[in-house]
C-alpha cells in the first residue's frame, strides 16, 4: 500500500523506512508515521468512511497499517453524547461528552491505541507484545495479545497493589514484577526493550501505538456531523493524546472532511502531577519533571514523553490549561454521575473539573460547543470514592421503620 | 561495552559546573552529544554513554548524587 511514507523525526525532520524504530539515529528525536496524504485526497470522504465498521477501522486508510486488521475489530466508535445535565449545571449551551469509558474490551482509550500497535507488531513479525504499565495499558495490551495468541510480557514496579494487577493477570500474560525505585524501573523497560526483540507498544512501537489515539478525534469530528467542536478538553498524561486529537482535526480539514476548524485544545491534570499545565501557564516551552502526588494514578506521568509537543498544540490552538485538585477530581466524578450517569476514572474527574474551572473562570465561553474527554471507566478503580461516599440511610427490615426514615430523609431535604 | 541513550535534566545549581566534563575524564566515560538546551537556569542534553556497564552505572549513580536527572531519552515508560 502507498499511504504509508514512512516515518519522520518530529526534530530534525530526517526520514526512515516504516520499520521498529522510535528514535532518531541522529538527534534521538522520536519519530512518526508519515502519510502520502495527495495520494489519500479524494479517496477517503465522508462516505467511504461512514460505510465502513462502527470501530476505529473505519478510519484504517488514516492507520499506520498495511494488511488485514488483526485484533481489536470492535474497538472504538463510542458514544459522543450530547449532554443536558451537566450543560445545564454549567450554565453553557453545547457540551458533549466522549465517553471512552466503554471502550470494547477493556473500557480505556487505550484500547485505540493497542490495537494499532498489536496489529502492526503484527506485520512486523514480532511474536511477543510488551509495556511498562500500573494500569489502563496493561489491561489492553494483556487483552489484546491474548486475542492475537502472541505472548505477553508486562512490566510493573513490584509494589503494585494486588488489586491492581487482577485486570491484567486475569488474561495470563507474563508479568514481572521489578524491585527498586520508579526512576530504576523505568530505565531498565527502557533497556529491555532496546535488547530484546519484542513489540514495546509505548517505546519500540510507539510512532504506529500512538496514531491509534487519532481515531478518538476522528470520532468527535464525525458524530458531531463533521464539524470540529470550539473547544475540547483533554486529560494529559503523556501528553500524546491532545496532540493526536490535534493532528485528527487536521487531518480531517486538510482533507476536505471538515470546514476550517478554529478549536481550541485545553490540557487537564492534576495538581499534584500537572507538568504540561505548569508550562502553559508559566508560558514557557520547558518542562520540570515532578514526582506524581495525586488520587489520578491514570495521569500520573511525571516526565512526560509528548510534553513539549502538548504544551505546543495548546499554544498554537489558543487554548489554556488547569490543574485539579484531588478534592476537586472527586467532585469532578461526582458531577459527571450524578448529571449524566457516567461513572468515569480519576482521569475523567479531572477533565469534569478542569471543564468546570475553565468556564466558572471565562477561559471557555458559554456559549460555543465544548467537547470534554472521558477515557477511562471508574469501575476499575473505585477505591478513590470508597471514604467519600456514604448510605444514607439503614433501617430495620419495618414498614413503619421506613416510613420514619423515608420522613427524615425528605425533612433533610427540605431544610 | 556497553551503550546508553539518556536524557539528562541538570538542576540550576548545577548549571556552571562542568559535569560531563568529569563524566568523560573521571570515570572514562565516552559521551556524544546530540541535543541540548542550556540556559542560566535549567538544562538539559540528550546524549549516548559508552563504556562497560559497570562504569555506567557508577556514572550514573555519580550523576543523580549531584541532582542531575537521568532518563532514558524516551523518558518515562511506564504508563498508567
Given at each position: 500500500m502507498t499511504k504509508l511514507k514512512g516515518l519522520k523525526c518530529r526534530e530534525c525532520g530526517r526520514r526512515y523506512p516504516s520499520s521498529p524504530v522510535h528514535i532518531c539515529e541522529f538527534c534521538f528525536g522520536p519519530v512518526e508515521v508519515d502519510y502520502d496524504y495527495d495520494a489519500l485526497k479524494g479517496v477517503i470522504t465522508r462516505q467511504s468512511i461512514a460505510a465502513g465498521p462502527p470501530s476505529i477501522w473505519r478510519y484504517r486508510e488514516l492507520l499506520p497499517i498495511e494488511g488485514d486488521v488483526a485484533v481489536g475489530h470492535h474497538v472504538g466508535f463510542t458514544p459522543l453524547i450530547r449532554s443536558q445535565n451537566l450543560a445545564e449545571e454549567l450554565g453553557v449551551r453545547e457540551l458533549w461528552i466522549k465517553n471512552d469509558s466503554v471502550?470494547?474490551?477493556?473500557?480505556?482509550?487505550k484500547d485505540r491505541v493497542v490495537a494499532v500497535a498489536v496489529t502492526r507488531a503484527k506485520e512486523f513479525g514480532f511474536d511477543t507484545i510488551a509495556c511498562a504499565s500500573t494500569g489502563n495499558l496493561a489491561n489492553s495490551v494483556a487483552a489484546h495479545a491474548a486475542e492475537a495468541r502472541l505472548k505477553s510480557y508486562i512490566f510493573i514496579p513490584a509494589d503494585l497493589e494486588q488489586g491492581k494487577i487482577v485486570a491484567t493477570l486475569v488474561y495470563q500474560p507474563t508479568l514481572v514484577a521489578v524491585e527498586g525505585t520508579y526512576d530504576e524501573v523505568n530505565r531498565l523497560c527502557s533497556?529491555?526493550?532496546?535488547?530484546y526483540r519484542w513489540a514495546f507498544v509505548n517505546i519500540n512501537i510507539r510512532p504506529y501505538y500512538s496514531e491509534g489515539s487519532k481515531t478518538y478525534g476522528y470520532e468527535i469530528l464525525e458524530q458531531l456531523g463533521?464539524?470540529?467542536?470550539?473547544?475540547?478538553?483533554?486529560?494529559?498524561?503523556?501528553?500524546?493524546l491532545i496532540t493526536k486529537i490535534w493532528k485528527a482535526i487536521r487531518e480531517f480539514a486538510s482533507l476536505g472532511l471538515i470546514e476550517r476548524p478554529a478549536t481550541r485544545m485545553y490540557a487537564a491534570q492534576a495538581a499534584g502531577c500537572g507538568p504540561i499545565v505548569t508550562m502553559v501557564k508559566n508560558d514557557t516551552d520547558v518542562l520540570t519533571p515532578v514526582r506524581p502526588n495525586t488520587i489520578a494514578k491514570s495521569l500520573a506521568i511525571g516526565n512526560p514523553a509528548d510534553g513539549y509537543y502538548a504544551y505546543r498544540v495548546v499554544k498554537d490552538s489558543g487554548g489554556y490549561g488547569e490543574h485539579a485538585t484531588d478534592e476537586e477530581i472527586v467532585e469532578g466524578m461526582l458531577l459527571l454521575a450524578r448529571t449524566e450517569g457516567i461513572f468515569t476514572e480519576t482521569a475523567g474527574g479531572v477533565t469534569v473539573a478542569v471543564t468546570k474551572k475553565l468556564i466558572e473562570t471565562g477561559v471557555i465561553p458559554r456559549d460555543e460547543s465544548i467537547v470534554i474527554c472521558i477515557t477511562g471507566n471508574g469501575l476499575k478503580t473505585p477505591d478513590v470514592l470508597y471514604e467519600r461516599l456514604?448510605?444514607?440511610?439503614?433501617i430495620r427490615p419495618l414498614l413503619s421503620a421506613f416510613d420514619r426514615a423515608l420522613a427524615e430523609l425528605k425533612s433533610q431535604a427540605r431544610s | 561495552m556497553a551503550r546508553m541513550r539518556v536524557r539528562l535534566t541538570f538542576p540550576p545549581e548545577r548549571i556552571q559546573e562542568p559535569v560531563i566534563y568529569h563524566l568523560v575524564k573521571d570515570f572514562d566515560i565516552i559521551t556524544n552529544i546530540r541535543r541540548a538546551d542550556v540556559k542560566a537556569d535549567h538544562g538539559w542534553v540528550i546524549l549516548e554513554l559508552e563504556a562497560k556497564e559497570e562504569t555506567l552505572e557508577r556514572g550514573i549513580a555519580w550523576l543523580k548524587g549531584k541532582g542531575v536527572k537521568v532518563d532514558p531519552v524516551e523518558r518515562d515508560v511506564i504508563v498508567p
Open positions: 471502550c470494547h474490551p477493556t473500557w480505556s482509550f533497556e529491555v526493550s532496546d535488547k463533521w464539524r470540529a467542536p470550539g473547544h475540547i478538553v483533554v486529560p494529559c498524561a503523556g501528553g500524546s456514604d448510605t444514607h440511610v439503614t | -
